[in-house]
């Protein structure tokens, strides 16, 4: 994830881990979804990477990108490949962030993309 993170941020973005986060912790979450069976598929996952890291804003900048980022590596991982609109993708990431949309309905509309293919 701090990988894709630096990737993703620009070289004139504030760089680095925020300094009272845990990118442990938004990794502890995942696991622990998937320790109780709560992730039943790769949307899931997905969606709970993007989810967990656009809310726990553990780095200084580029969040919502590195969560995108994260959920769309996860999904290429688990051999899904998706055709995103960007513009509704990057809102949909913003709703996540402000707690507007969840995991689960993230984890939906994921699953309606690749039915649209």
Do not use: P
Not at 21 to 42: C, H, P, Q, Y
Not at 53 to 78: E, I, P, Q, W, Y
Request: hydrophobic share 45%.
């Amino acid at each position: 994830m701090i990988e894709i993170h630096d990737l993703v941020i620009d070289r004139n973005e504030l760089q680095g881990m925020a300094g009272n986060k845990s990118l442990d912790a938004v990794l502890t979450r995942i696991e622990n979804r998937m320790s109780f069976g709560m992730i039943s598929d790769e949307f899931d996952l997905a969606a709970c990477y993007a989810c967990f890291l656009a809310v726990g804003h553990v780095f200084n900048d580029a969040n919502k990108r590195t969560a995108f980022a994260c959920m769309d590596v996860s999904l290429s991982l688990n051999g899904v490949e998706l055709n995103y609109d960007h513009v509704e993708v990057g809102n949909l990431i913003i709703k996540v962030a402000q707690g507007i949309v969840d995991e689960v309905e993230l984890s939906t509309w994921l699953r309606s993309q690749s039915m649209a293919q």
